[in-house]
């Protein structure tokens, strides 16, 4: 069985360790874990692993966060699977730093990226993750929050906030999205 497991965040250098690109944090994480590297692929850097039976392909889209679903769509329909063998792992500010919580479905929101995907693909039946970025940001100043750096104490808690994540990832591979739901959300 494989996986498709996309992380969302911004290509280049200006966006990395910022809050918006935690997709692509938490999958260098764990392809680092697994001992695999990231190629350039068609739209989105990809690597892939096996573990316990189980094909896990990872992409970070480089089509930029608003067009994620250009890169999603084309591996979806290159490697053949059904939403339902997706995972998105994007950002929300609805949940305080840290907070993991998994959905089967559902609307995109407010994130450009889940809405551009649910756009591209034609359905919002598929699994995602959301990692709590929190709002601490003054009104009017919500883009310069999502795409500003980690305070030096989220920095401090973003390894094991990170590592959760990971486990989500293959507890959903291996055993399904409402078993990992059921794990993770309870946190």
Same mark, same amino acid.
């Given at each position: 069985m494989k996986f498709l497991i996309a992380g969302?965040?911004?290509?280049?250098?200006?966006?990395?360790?910022t809050r918006h690109n935690i997709g692509f944090q938490a999958l260098?994480?764990?392809?680092?874990?697994?001992?695999v590297r990231f190629n350039a692929d068609r739209y989105a850097d990809m690597a892939q692993f096996r573990h316990k039976g189980r094909?896990?392909?990872l992409i970070k889209p480089q089509t930029f966060?608003?067009? $994620?679903?250009?890169?999603?769509?084309? %591996?979806?329909?290159? #490697?053949?699977?059904?939403?339902e063998q997706l995972l998105v792992v994007a950002d929300d500010l609805a949940l305080p730093f840290g907070k993991v919580r998994l959905r089967a479905a559902g609307g995109a929101g407010g994130h450009n990226g889940l809405t551009n995907i649910i756009e591209l693909i034609g359905t919002e039946g598929f699994p995602r993750l959301r990692f709590g970025i929190g709002n601490?940001?003054?009104?009017?100043?919500? $883009?310069?929050?999502v795409l500003g750096? %980690?305070?030096?104490? #989220?920095e401090k808690e973003l390894p094991d906030r990170i590592?959760?994540?990971?486990?989500?990832?293959?507890?959903?591979?291996?055993?399904?999205?409402?078993?990992?739901?059921?794990?993770?959300?309870?946190?």
């Open positions: 969302l965040g911004n290509p280049g250098p200006e966006y990395e360790g260098d994480a764990l392809a680092a874990g697994f001992g094909t896990f392909i966060m608003n067009l $994620s679903g250009k890169a999603v769509r084309y %591996w979806l329909d290159q #490697e053949r699977l059904s939403p601490d940001f003054a009104r009017g100043r919500q $883009s310069e929050f750096r %980690w305070s030096v104490e #989220e590592e959760q994540v990971g486990k989500a990832i293959l507890q959903f591979g291996l055993l399904g999205i409402a078993d990992a739901m059921n794990h993770f959300n309870k946190r």
